[in-house]
Each structure stands twice: as structure tokens, then as C-alpha cells.
């Protein structure tokens, strides 16, 4: 069975301190890991996957099989990346759908 | 282009009655999934469609099914409910089936509960 544990439920850090949101993984296969944000109001969006390897937001996030691990990482954090933080893993060629995590409230605090 | 569109956005049934909920997808979009939200147990994957047909499904009791039109639009249907079926439930569209390469766009959801 495919399982996504997210640690924090939240998580509080002041503009300009550096975040990480953890995420672990449980899959017998390779995966593919996915981070997704709903801020205030809004809808549940994507917000990066480890295959694009690129930063959106200034946020980054690596895939470290041998941890089983997908933390979200950014250097300076910003008052407006206060949101649910949701990390979510895709096995089997996509035949589960999306198995999320329980999520993380992340606020920035000024 | 519009968003994933899901009607009603609130509902209010009691226990035994029957529900039906719909998704319109983004245009174009020919795969609807269907996720369950609740404090609890967080966002679970519900069933996904794809060219009218069920690809896939989660681990829900058969009360739960859905179906999906020509148009791609998507019902979900809930029959006997019970109070433990009061959540959300979210739609999301994409072109293709499954979320692999394939980036999901989720409706603002239906908050039903069940008294």
C-alpha cells in the first residue's frame, strides 16, 4: 500500500527564514511525487513535481529515494506562502490516483 | 478558460437519503476524479473516469459510485448515507487519465453533511 506522512501539522517561521515542509513516503515501486498548496480561498493547485526539477516560487523539492523523502524547501520564506501544504505520491502508472498527505498549515509570520 | 466547475457547493441530507453530486470539467478535459476530504482522514481518492469509463478506484464501499458523459461532464452518486460520509468532495479534471505527467485541476468542492 501506497502512504504519505507528512510530520507537521503546522508549521510557523518568521518572512525571511528559511522553510521545509517534510514529507515521507511509503511505495514499493518509483514514484512520483507531487507538492500541492490551497491558500486562503482557494482551490487545491499544483505547485511543483520532483520529474519537472524546477523551482516555482522560489520553492524546490528533491526526491531522495534512499530517505523515501520529498521535503519542500525555501530559502527566504514570504507572508504570502502562508497556505495548506499538501504532499502527494502516484504509483503504479497512475492507477490509484493521488494519495495525499494530511497536510501541513504553513504560516509566515511578519 | 473556466475552471472546474462542482454543483451544488453545499448540501445538507440526512442519514439513509441518497446524494448526487457533478463536476463540469475544464474544456477539453476528458478525465474527472473524484477525492473525499474529511478532517480525519485527510483527501482520499475516491474513482477517476476517463472517456466515459471508470479507470480506477479507491477504496470506498459500493454505495459510492459515479459515472461520466460524452461531454466529460462527471456525477458521483452517494445512496443509504451515513454520518460518516459528511466532507468535501473534490472533482478534478485533466487531459489524460491518471495524475502521472498529467497535472490535475480541482474544482472549489461540495460540503456536504450529512445530519
Not at chain 2, 480525519?40 to 470506498?60: C, D, H, I, M
Request: net charge positive.
Amino acid at each position: 500500500a501506497q502512504r504519505v506522512t507528512q510530520p507537521e501539522k503546522l508549521l510557523s517561521v518568521f518572512k525571511g527564514a528559511p522553510v521545509e515542509l517534510k514529507c515521507n513516503y511509503s511505495y514499493s515501486g518509483s514514484p512520483e511525487l507531487f507538492w500541492y498548496v490551497q491558500y486562503s480561498r482557494q482551490r487545491l493547485q499544483l505547485l511543483l513535481r520532483h520529474i519537472s526539477r524546477e523551482s516555482i516560487k522560489g520553492f524546490t523539492a528533491d526526491l531522495n529515494k534512499g530517505e523515501t523523502s520529498f521535503h519542500l524547501k525555501k530559502p527566504f520564506a514570504q507572508e504570502e506562502d502562508s497556505a495548506m501544504y499538501y504532499c502527494a505520491l502516484s504509483g503504479s502508472g497512475g492507477a490509484d490516483g493521488l494519495t495525499f498527505g494530511k497536510g501541513t498549515h504553513l504560516i509566515i509570520q511578519p | 478558460k473556466a475552471g472546474v466547475t462542482q454543483t451544488p457547493r453545499y448540501l445538507i441530507k440526512t442519514r439513509g437519503q441518497q446524494v448526487t453530486l457533478s463536476c463540469s470539467p475544464i474544456s477539453g478535459h476528458r478525465s474527472v476524479s473524484w477525492y473525499q476530504q474529511t478532517p480525519g482522514q485527510g483527501l482520499q481518492f475516491l474513482f477517476e473516469y476517463f472517456s466515459e469509463t471508470q479507470r480506477n478506484k479507491g477504496n470506498f464501499p459500493g454505495r459510492f459510485s459515479g459515472r461520466q458523459f460524452s461531454n466529460s461532464r462527471s456525477e458521483m452518486n452517494v445512496s443509504t448515507l451515513e454520518l460518516g460520509d459528511s466532507a468535501l468532495y473534490l472533482c478534478a479534471s485533466s487531459w489524460y487519465a491518471g495524475p502521472s505527467y498529467n497535472e490535475q485541476f480541482f474544482g472549489p468542492g461540495t460540503r456536504l453533511t450529512v445530519l
